[in-house]
């Protein structure tokens, strides 16, 4: 079983910032962070940042030079730095991680369970 937790969010005034975390847990075989996501209110989810088993980064447009993606495979922790907040970051944020519960299990995605951003203007 694998469990992800979030923690971080919160309201903070526009040109704020806050810093999400994502902690995976639990028994797992493989478990590797793959990104951030956010859902704002009537919208579909969207990739905010993802990053690859390289190292590499990839943003979305709207995010790109205030949210920094981080993590720390000894700790199977991933963070979301986000500056110069803007009411349109608004929404819940979620992490995405990929493993196998098992050796012979399938390879899958797994959510956190969202944490919420609001950012008043």
């Known amino acids: 079983q694998v469990q992800l937790v979030e923690s971080g969010g919160g309201l903070v005034q526009s040109g704020g910032s806050l810093r999400l975390s994502c902690a995976a847990s639990g028994t797992f075989f493989s478990i590797n962070f793959r990104g951030w996501y956010r859902q704002a209110p009537g919208k579909q989810r969207e990739m905010v940042a993802i990053?690859?088993?390289?190292?590499?980064?990839n943003y979305a447009d709207s995010v790109k030079g205030r949210f920094t993606v981080s993590r720390d495979n000894a700790k199977n922790t991933a963070y979301l730095l986000m500056n110069s907040l803007q009411p349109e970051d608004t929404g819940v944020y979620y992490c995405?991680?990929?493993?196998?519960?098992?050796?012979?299990?399938?390879?899958?995605?797994?959510w956190g369970q969202g944490t919420q951003v609001t950012v008043s203007s």
């Open positions: 995405n991680f990929r493993g196998q519960s098992s050796w012979y299990g399938p390879n899958r995605d797994y």
């Open positions: 990053i690859t088993s390289a190292g590499d980064t």
